[in-house]
């Protein structure tokens, strides 16, 4: 299942390669220089991918990226949890091969690139990914994704204090009785109001942590005594004291709904 989750965000660019002599694929020009940027997951066989599954590639070399992600636990491998993840890239022809370097998140990834097509706004990809894990590999192929181009990051303006203005769409782990504090070191606060409506600090975490990444904002915690928790969400817009955040969740039963909710900057 792992697999199959990180290619929907970890695989993202592929060409369909034609084994007639024939027929070759033709050689996309100035590949090396279009990929540099920063890429989201948007959609895996033309079916939106669920926020959970989501991934940030950020090309900022033709031999270098970097991912972030986060994945829960499986019977199959770790928990992910991947924040500027560093990659070695190679270019050969349309194939982009990205191997991770020595990492200690758990698991690690290998993933071939075939480019079917890239412009300044999305690309997409057939790809070819390895998941290993102590000497445990597991292996998925031919999986078209589309990727779109952030031009937005907001890893810095998400710092401060946010007080919930609204929740629709329905409830997961958040509700509108919810007030954030973004840390610069990658952790935040969490307050809820009492029944006198002041705002009290929830002491009975073990450790919150966040990360940003373009738009993509991802988020784990644990309860004392209890499992680890995650939430996803995509950070659509923050205007001065303003802030958007939308989600896809995708229920057991195979159905999907939207997310939203709207901040307000308190300091």
Same mark, same amino acid.
């Given at each position: 299942?792992?697999?199959?989750?990180?290619?929907?965000?970890?695989?993202?660019?592929? /060409?369909?390669?034609? @084994?007639?002599?024939?027929?070759? +694929? #033709?050689?996309?020009?100035?590949? !090396? %220089?279009? &990929?540099? $940027?920063?890429?989201?997951?948007?959609?895996?066989?033309?079916?939106?991918?669920?926020?959970?599954?989501?991934?940030?590639?950020?090309?900022?070399?033709?031999?270098?990226?970097?991912?972030?992600?986060?994945?829960?636990?499986?019977?199959?491998?770790?928990?992910?949890?991947?924040?500027?993840?560093?990659?070695?890239?190679?270019?050969?022809?349309?194939?982009?091969?990205?191997?991770?370097?020595?990492?200690?998140?758990?698991?690690?990834?290998?993933?071939?690139?075939?480019?079917?097509?890239?412009?300044?706004?999305?690309?997409?990809?057939?790809?070819?990914?390895?998941?290993?894990?102590?000497?445990?590999? /597991?292996?998925?192929? @031919?999986?078209?994704?589309?990727? +779109? #181009?952030?031009?937005?990051?907001? !890893? %810095?303006? &998400?710092? $401060?204090?946010?007080?919930?203005?609204?929740?629709?769409?329905?409830?997961?782990?958040?509700?509108?009785?919810?007030?954030?504090?973004?840390?610069?070191?990658?952790?935040?606060?969490?307050?809820?109001?009492?029944?006198?409506?002041?705002?009290?600090?929830?002491?009975?975490?073990?450790?919150?942590?966040?990360?940003?990444?373009?738009?993509?904002?991802?988020?784990?915690?644990?309860?004392?005594?209890?499992?680890?928790?995650?939430?996803?969400?995509?950070?659509?817009?923050?205007?001065?004291?303003?802030?958007?955040?939308?989600?896809?969740?995708?229920?057991?039963?195979?159905?999907?709904?939207?997310?939203?909710?709207?901040?307000?900057?308190?300091?």
């Amino acid at each position: 299942m792992l697999a199959a989750i990180f290619i929907c965000g970890t695989s993202v660019f592929t /060409s369909c390669t034609v @084994d007639n002599a024939d027929n070759p +694929v #033709k050689p996309i020009d100035n590949l !090396s %220089e279009k &990929i540099i $940027g920063k890429w989201i997951t948007a959609d895996r066989n033309g079916t939106p991918i669920s926020t959970n599954m989501k991934q940030v590639l950020n090309f900022v070399s033709a031999s270098e990226a970097y991912c972030s992600t986060s994945m829960e636990n499986t019977s199959n491998f770790s928990a992910i949890w991947k924040h500027h993840s560093s990659f070695n890239v190679s270019i050969s022809g349309n194939v982009v091969t990205l191997t991770e370097n020595s990492t200690s998140e758990g698991v690690k990834v290998k993933d071939e690139l075939d480019i079917v097509s890239i412009s300044a706004t999305e690309l997409t990809a057939k790809s070819k990914i390895v998941l290993s894990e102590d000497g445990k590999e /597991s292996f998925n192929a @031919d999986k078209i994704v589309r990727m +779109v #181009k952030l031009t937005a990051d907001y !890893s %810095e303006t &998400i710092l $401060g204090i946010w007080e919930c203005d609204g929740l629709t769409g329905g409830e997961t782990y958040n509700d509108a009785n919810a007030r954030l504090e973004f840390l610069a070191d990658g952790t935040y606060r969490y307050s809820r109001k009492n029944d006198a409506g002041e705002w009290e600090t929830v002491t009975t975490r073990d450790y919150q942590k966040y990360f940003v990444d373009g738009t993509l904002l991802a988020t784990c915690w644990k309860n004392n005594g209890e499992d680890e928790l995650r939430e996803w969400w995509e950070i659509a817009s923050i205007n001065g004291d303003q802030m958007q955040w939308t989600a896809l969740r995708h229920k057991a039963d195979g159905t999907s709904f939207q997310q939203d909710m709207k901040w307000k900057k308190i300091k």
